[in-house]
Nanobody, 121 residues
Framework: QVQLVESGGGLVQAGGSLRLSCAAS????????MGWFRQAPGKEREFVAA????????YYADSVKGRFTISRDNAKNTVYLQMNSLKPEDTAVYYC??????????????WGQGTQVTVSS
């Protein structure tokens, strides 16, 4: 079992930036594909970005393409989500997940507890 812990969320003004981190512990292996999802109040959880275990391939939702960057440091068992040009509609709880490389949450089998991101207008 892999434990995932997100950090880096907070309150930021529109146009600002945040970097989220997701640290993995437990039975970690560097060859997990990883993803970020988010869930706003009253909405379904939605895909944000994914990265392969090697970091060689990345995949983004259209809504964040060009603004967000997913990356990983396997030596630190950590995945990052750099978020630039933030908009109020990016406000959500952000979750990292392990196991998949897709936009479907069903393909991921380990989830973190989430970190709140709030973007003020």
């Amino acid at each position: 079992q892999v434990q995932l812990v997100e950090s880096g969320g907070g309150l930021v003004q529109a146009g600002g930036s945040l970097r989220l981190s997701c640290a993995a512990s437990g039975r970690t292996r560097s060859n997990y594909n990883m993803g970020w999802f988010r869930q706003a109040p009253g909405k379904e959880r939605e895909f944000v970005a994914a990265i392969t275990w090697s970091g060689s391939m990345t995949y983004y939702a259209d809504s964040v393409k060009g603004r967000f960057t997913i990356s990983r440091d396997n030596a630190k068992n950590t995945v990052y989500l750099q978020m630039n040009s933030l908009k109020p509609e990016d406000t959500a709880v952000y979750y990292c997940a392990a196991g998949g490389y897709s936009s479907s949450s069903y393909d991921y089998n380990n989830w973190g507890q989430g970190t709140q991101v709030t973007v003020s207008s």
